[in-house]
């Protein structure tokens, strides 16, 4: 429905594409994406990733469209570019995460989620969801002490700036005990919020945790 309303609209409002200046008229694959962006996203796709002996899954090499769409997402507030990451994420997670799993979204601290206005790994989650049918987000995760942005920081200072960052929030622990997740991020450098956040949950006594971003920033195997 809410794809119908965009595509009309943007016959009446010119639309500006989500990665790049230019008009869009609702054509294509999303009404939100103009054709040279879609194209570009095609040839950006990364299915999976490996750092440092973790390994997880992707949507795409954290470059032009792609870059483009989750600054959109992160720092512009655009939740339409939501659906594009999480459904291509989605795809990925078909092969390295099958069957029914709880998607729980990486957690900002309550100070940047207010100044944020939104948590974009929650949007993302949620876009997974919506395009994995028996997936459901389960915000199982807190983020009780604020961190730097990981951005600028060497692997080992990244580590350190987020050991302890997390906890399960006390209402899910009977919902994490003995499930399997997919937590999901924006994008990972080093793994290391991935893996700090993984840990908690498998203190906790979740049975796997699947490790998603929808883009990777670094050089990675990549699965095609
Ligand atoms: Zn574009």
Known sequence: MAHLATTWLSHVLPLRCLACPARTRGSGPSPL???SCTAELHALRCRDWEI???????????????????????FRGALGAAAPLGSVLGAALDELAPGAVGIVPVP???RRRWQRGHNQSAALARAVAAARPGFRVLAALRKPRATRPQVGLGGGRRRRNVDG???V????IPKVLGARLVLVDDVVTTAATLRA???VLVAAGASEVTLAAAAVAVEVRTGR
């Open 33 to 35: 994406l103009c054709r």
């Open 52 to 74: 440092d002996g973790t390994s997880g899954a992707s949507g795409f090499r954290y470059e032009g469209a792609a870059r483009a769409l989750v600054r959109a997402l992160k």
């Open 108 to 110: 900002l601290h309550w």
């Open 165 to 167: 960052a997390f906890a």
């Open 169 to 172: 929030a006390r209402l899910h």
């Open 197 to 199: 956040a993984r840990d």
